[in-house]
């Protein structure tokens, strides 16, 4: 099966879950808007939210693979829980999202790349 068959396979699904996954992206953009409605950061805060995004984009990029299990694990869960604790919650949301971004966009766009 070429890839466009494969994407278009992978589109049909059915309506619970397509409503599941609005209901995913929708409650995560809502969180997101609500952290950056009613975040306080002072200076000192903002360089080390900085250095906590770049250490998660750069994390989500490093791979481990357990025994016994047939999945990877990315190592950005632990810069995340990291900004959690020493920040705030805010702060462990933004660095999340930036994860993720890193993670789904760039590292993948890489991969892609790099497998033909």
Not at 4 to 30: D, F, H, R
Not at 42 to 53: F, K, M, P, T
Request: some cysteine; proline content about 2%; charged content about 10%.
């Amino acid at each position: 099966m070429d890839k466009e068959n494969q994407i278009m396979s992978s589109m049909n699904m059915p309506g619970k879950a397509i409503a599941y996954w609005w209901m995913v992206v929708l409650t995560g953009l809502l969180s997101y808007a609500m952290v950056l409605h009613t975040m306080e950061f002072h200076a000192a805060d903002l360089r080390r939210l900085a250095l906590y995004i770049f250490a998660a984009i750069v994390a989500s990029g490093l791979k481990i693979r357990l025994p016994g299990l047939l999945v990877t694990l990315s190592m950005n869960y632990v810069v995340v829980i990291a900004a959690l604790l020493s920040m705030n919650a805010s702060a462990g949301i933004i660095v999340g999202f930036a994860s993720a971004i890193g993670q789904c966009c760039i590292y993948a766009c890489a991969g892609r790349a790099g497998s033909r």
